[in-house]
């Protein structure tokens, strides 16, 4: 991992990232934080009743027209971000010494592997040794992961796209249900379909695998669903989503521009009994009211 030729996503910029000419994600090799905060809108089986540490990073090596995190991963406009490794890990040592949370959840870490690395390391210097979970796009490099495979208990990858003109249309990623195939292929390699759960019923290694339903994209998600079912196995921890509504860009593509109808979900959800899919979570359709951060605001000690 060299952060003077970048190829830690599949982009393969080849940046240095301690110059001024950085690679499309447009980070240097500093943190880039954009928040640190206790999350309890997770799966259940991830942080329990009291939630996750999450940290958000800045930017991303996507872009995503409909993301809801999109004042971090894609405008930057928030005036808070954190660029320093010690403010970084005492916030996190505070939330896990003051909220007796054990797990620390890593968001959009793709393009920030490096400095992922390095605030594990020097949490694990201080004594802490938290569950750590991986969540990304799923938009992910193989030998990166190989490289953090000592680092990583819970692998949380996005599956986006079945469809690989969606990928390009909507998140500009060329290759993306390939790219991200292989990527999940690796996770899987290292943590199997069984994930290990501790006695508070909190999951401390394994592997779950996240799909959004897109509204007038029924097709991309059962594509998508096959994909995971026969490139990797129906016995994996499948959490299809329904919490999809119109932000950013979305709001100007008429395909985008409305929240998922109960048809489109119940079709999809259908196809994973189908498929075989038995272990996971299937969230409400009502669920869009209840993700939405604004990063602009102070979002205190929890959001949910």
Request: overall charge negative; aromatic content about 10%.
């Given at each position: 991992?060299?952060?003077?030729?970048?190829?830690?996503?599949?982009?393969?910029?080849?940046?240095?990232?301690?110059?001024?000419?950085?690679?499309?994600?447009?980070?240097?090799?500093?943190?880039?934080?954009?928040e640190?905060?206790?999350?309890?809108?997770?799966?259940?089986?991830?942080?329990?009743?009291?939630?996750?540490?999450?940290v958000?990073?800045?930017?991303?090596?996507?872009?995503?027209?409909?993301?809801?995190?999109?004042?971090?991963?894609q405008?930057?406009?928030?005036?808070?971000?954190?660029?320093?490794?010690?403010?970084?890990?005492?916030?996190?040592?505070?939330?896990?010494?003051?909220?007796g949370?054990?797990?620390?959840?890593?968001?959009?870490?793709?393009?920030?592997?490096?400095?992922?690395?390095?605030?594990?390391?020097?949490?694990?210097?201080?004594?802490?040794?938290?569950?750590?979970?991986?969540?990304?796009?799923?938009?992910?490099?193989v030998?990166?992961?190989?490289?953090?495979?000592?680092?990583?208990?819970?692998?949380?990858?996005d599956?986006?796209?079945?469809?690989?003109?969606?990928?390009?249309?909507?998140s500009?990623?060329?290759?993306?249900?390939?790219?991200?195939?292989?990527?999940?292929?690796?996770?899987?390699f290292?943590?199997?379909?069984?994930?290990?759960?501790?006695?508070?019923?909190?999951?401390?290694?394994?592997?779950?695998?996240?799909?959004?339903?897109?509204?007038?994209?029924?097709?991309?998600?059962?594509?998508?669903?096959?994909?995971?079912?026969?490139?990797?196995?129906?016995?994996?921890?499948?959490?299809?989503?329904?919490?999809?509504?119109?932000?950013?860009?979305?709001?100007?593509?008429?395909?985008?521009?409305?929240?998922?109808?109960?048809?489109?979900?119940?079709?999809?959800?259908?196809?994973?009994?189908?498929?075989?899919?038995?272990?996971?979570?299937?969230?409400?359709?009502?669920?869009?009211?209840?993700?939405?951060?604004?990063?602009?605001?102070?979002?205190?000690?929890?959001?949910?």
């Amino acid at each position: 991992m060299d952060i003077h030729n970048c190829n830690m996503c599949p982009r393969k910029c080849g940046a240095d990232r301690t110059s001024s000419k950085l690679g499309f994600c447009g980070i240097d090799g500093k943190p880039h934080i954009s928040e640190i905060c206790v999350h309890k809108g997770e799966e259940p089986v991830l942080g329990g009743e009291k939630g996750v540490c999450n940290v958000f990073f800045s930017s991303c090596n996507l872009k995503c027209v409909f993301c809801q995190n999109y004042m971090i991963s894609q405008q930057k406009t928030t005036n808070k971000e954190i660029t320093s490794y010690q403010k970084a890990v005492d916030k996190i040592a505070n939330i896990l010494c003051n909220e007796g949370i054990n797990t620390v959840g890593f968001v959009s870490p793709s393009h920030q592997i490096f400095q992922m690395k390095t605030i594990i390391d020097l949490l694990k210097k201080r004594g802490f040794n938290p569950t750590i979970i991986y969540n990304s796009n799923g938009y992910d490099d193989v030998e990166t992961l190989k490289e953090i495979a000592d680092y990583v208990d819970v692998y949380l990858p996005d599956f986006k796209y079945g469809i690989e003109k969606k990928g390009v249309e909507f998140s500009s990623a060329p290759n993306y249900p390939q790219t991200a195939i292989k990527a999940i292929k690796e996770m899987y390699f290292q943590k199997g379909s069984r994930l290990e759960i501790n006695d508070s019923g909190q999951a401390e290694n394994g592997l779950i695998i996240r799909h959004l339903v897109l509204p007038n994209n029924v097709e991309n998600s059962i594509k998508a669903l096959e994909d995971l079912a026969f490139e990797i196995s129906p016995n994996i921890h499948l959490s299809l989503m329904a919490q999809y509504y119109p932000e950013y860009k979305a709001l100007e593509i008429n395909e985008l521009n409305r929240k998922l109808t109960k048809d489109e979900y119940d079709k999809v959800c259908d196809k994973a009994f189908e498929l075989g899919f038995s272990k996971g979570w299937f969230q409400q359709l009502e669920s869009n009211e209840n993700y939405r951060p604004d990063f602009s605001k102070d979002l205190g000690k929890v959001f949910e």
